[in-house]
């Protein structure tokens, strides 16, 4: 197995989002969630681990240059009570700052099966281009 099979079988730890690491807007609980960027000549595209959580408790948006995310996830029912629990529940909220290469006005998002993908299309001025030799 090469060194790069290593680190991608490789399971990242969930990540709460401490008290100290800004104010935070919601009450309860709060995770990072894991993210993979990917990027092409017209796009980069996010796609954010949200497991558990349904489409319309998914909150996207863009404010002076930087990508909110934050979903949230319904409370267990009251009238179950846990046998045995392996991790904590609650809701996600994570935000990137967004470069002039990204249109922001044409950022798309889907969810589908606990994953939130995002597609940030670049700027015209911003994707490569071939410049003709005379």
């Known amino acids: ?3 790069q099979e290593k680190k991608e079988l490789q399971v990242a730890e969930k990540q709460a989002i ?3 690491d800004g104010e935070p807007t ?3 609980l709060m995770w990072v969630p894991q993210v ?3 990027e092409d ?3 980069i595209t996010l796609r954010a681990d949200l497991p558990g959580v349904k489409k319309d408790a998914v909150e996207v948006d863009v404010r002076d240059g930087v990508l909110s995310l934050c979903a949230s ?3 267990t029912p009251e009238n179950w009570q846990p046998v ?3 991790y904590r529940i609650g809701g996600y909220s994570r935000r990137f700052t967004l470069g002039e290469q990204i249109d922001q006005s044409k950022i798309a998002a889907t969810m589908d099966n606990g994953v939130l993908t995002l597609v940030l299309p670049k700027a015209e001025a911003a994707k490569p281009r071939k410049i003709q030799i005379r």
């Open 73 to 75: 996830l319904d409370a």
């Open 26 to 28: 919601r009450d309860g």
């Open 84 to 86: 045995y629990s392996e």
């Open 18 to 20: 401490e008290r100290h």
């Open 1 to 3: 197995m090469t060194e």
């Open 41 to 43: 000549r017209d796009a």
């Open 36 to 38: 993979d960027i990917l």
